[in-house]
């Protein structure tokens, strides 16, 4: 079904649309190949994902067993020595890793991507708990962050009165 459907939709598009579909693709791979150069030098690199738009991203992670931070760097432009996204976390305890920032454009998939390898690396280190708080400052996208959450199958309680909440996940 999906097969069908894709060459369906790659029948409808012309040939110039394909031949430019094909140079974008040829120049973020080019991109992709001398960014993770640059980012292998600063972070190890955990993953390639093509996010909701179809681009490329690269990401890569620091783990110091106090802090983890997972980070995502587009690959349509050179490397500027920064990440474009990422999950700032750090180590409670050997079970549990707390979520003390999301940075990084929005609506985009980055948040999606970036909380699966965290996740990921959770498991891997055999963390049982990620959790986070929502604070006074998340209230002008508060609904946002619970859709967020809830995706990603945390529980979410939220206090609207104190304008304060929590987010925890079970990696069991």
């Not at 996010?51 to 991203?57: G, R």
């Not at 002008?140 to 619970?146: F, K, P, S």
């Not at 939220?158 to 925890?168: L, N, P, Q, T």
């Amino acid at each position: 079904m999906l097969l069908t459907q894709f060459r369906a939709e790659e029948e409808q598009k012309t040939a110039e649309q394909i031949e430019q579909n094909l140079e974008e693709l040829e120049f973020q791979l080019f991109r992709m190949q001398e960014n993770m150069k640059e980012i292998a030098k600063r972070w190890k690199i955990i993953g390639i994902e093509q996010t909701n738009e179809e681009k490329w991203v690269i990401v890569s992670m620091v783990d110091d067993g106090h802090l983890c931070k997972i980070m995502l760097n587009q690959c349509d432009a050179a490397d500027h020595g920064r990440w474009d996204f990422s999950i700032q976390a750090q180590y409670e305890d050997r079970h549990t890793i707390h979520i003390g920032d999301i940075k990084g454009q929005e609506n985009r998939g980055y948040g999606s991507i970036c909380m699966k390898y965290l996740k990921d690396h959770a498991k891997a280190q055999n963390v049982q708990y990620i959790k986070g708080d929502l604070a006074k400052r998340d209230w002008d996208h508060i609904d946002r962050l619970i859709h967020f959450y809830e995706k990603h199958h945390f529980e979410v309680e939220v206090d609207y009165d104190e304008k304060a909440g929590s987010i925890r996940w079970n990696a069991g």
